[in-house]
Nanobody, 124 residues
Framework: QVQLVESGGGSVQSGGSLRLSCVAS???????MGWFRQAPGKEREAVAT???????SYADSVKGRFTISQDNAKSTLYLQMNSLKPEDTAMYYC???????????????????WGQGIQVTVSS
């Protein structure tokens, strides 16, 4: 059974940094892993993903500011968020899927497994 548990969220001022962590159990290195977010009144969107071959992809809105990485030994996925903006405020979710390639996540593909989400609030 796949379980994903996020941590590291919170409140920060504009320009600040946060690092989100997602401890995964029941997943495999062949999985696609990613971070998603949903702001109030908006649809959930893909933020950053990492394929089974360790290729990474980012939403245009976070390129150059966010970095996704994983520590396979610790079964942990990270999202380093720098130069945060008020528009980054959202509930952030960790997700995983055995499909391996995450590209579809930016075109509406719904990953199979989700964490409970963690709030990130950026004040101006």
């Amino acid at each position: 059974q796949v379980q994903l548990v996020e941590s590291g969220g919170g409140s920060v001022q504009s320009g600040g940094s946060l690092r989100l962590s997602c401890v995964a159990s029941g997943t495999h290195r062949s999985y696609c892993m990613g971070w998603f977010r949903q702001a109030p009144g908006k649809e959930r969107e893909a933020v950053a993903t990492i394929d089974s071959d360790s290729s990474t992809s980012y939403a245009d809105s976070v390129k150059g500011r966010f970095t996704i990485s994983q520590d396979n030994a610790k079964s942990t996925l990270y999202l380093q968020m720098n130069s945060l903006k008020p528009e980054d405020t959202a509930m952030y979710y960790c997700a995983a899927d055995p499909i391996g390639y995450c590209g579809g996540a930016y075109r509406g593909y719904e990953l199979a497994y989700w964490g409970q989400g963690i709030q990130v609030t950026v004040s101006s």
